[in-house]
Structures are given as C-alpha cells and as structure tokens.
C-alpha cells in the first residue's frame, strides 16, 4: 500500500491493486480513445515514471494533459510545460522551485 505523507487519514491509503486497476483501465481508453500523439506521450509516461525522477514524471504527464487538451481542440501556445500539471498540485510553487 502506499501513504500519501501529508495526509495520514484512513482514505489516504491506496490499494496498489487498486491503482493497477486504474492505470489498466486508463491504458486501455487511451489506446482506444487517444490520437496518436496522445498515446505517444502516454509511452513516455509510463517511461519516465520508470526513472529515478519524480520531477521528470510529472512533467511528462503534463505532456499527457497538453496532448488530451490538443485532442479537444485547446491552444496551448500561452502555456508553458508544466503550467498545466501544477493545477493538480497541492504546492505549485515547489514545483516552480524544482524547475
């Protein structure tokens, strides 16, 4: 199991079968669902989530994100890498300051 640090409640825990599960399900609506580019910054992903880096991991699922948001028909042009993900981040200025 694995324990967010900075939430220590009950709900925090999260069943790696669980999240198996979702990164399966996710998978396979992505190679059904995704465009080319999607998929291909998905690999990445999934890649770099292999690494040593957790910083690299995150900036490479906002690479993911900005890939969905293309699909949707969004400009990202005003964006920069890594502006998308940091809305799904507890402490965006952390990650400004890794960067």
């Known amino acids: 199991m694995h324990r967010y640090e900075d939430d220590k409640s009950e709900d925090a825990l999260i069943k790696d079968t669980e999240l198996e599960t979702f990164f399966h399900d996710f998978t396979t609506d992505l190679v059904l ?3 080319p580019g999607v998929i ?3 690999a990445k992903f999934r890649e770099a989530s292999q690494e040593a880096s957790p910083l ?6 906002d690479d993911v994100i900005r890939a969905m948001r293309k699909d ?3 400009s990202d042009w005003l964006l920069q890498r890594g502006e998308v993900i940091k809305t ?3 402490d965006p200025e952390e990650f400004d300051k890794l960067m």
């Open 40 to 42: 291909r910054a998905y």
């Open 33 to 35: 669902w995704g465009s």
């Open 72 to 74: 949707l028909g969004h």
């Open 88 to 90: 799904f981040l507890r």
């Open 56 to 61: 690299n991991s995150v900036v490479v699922m």
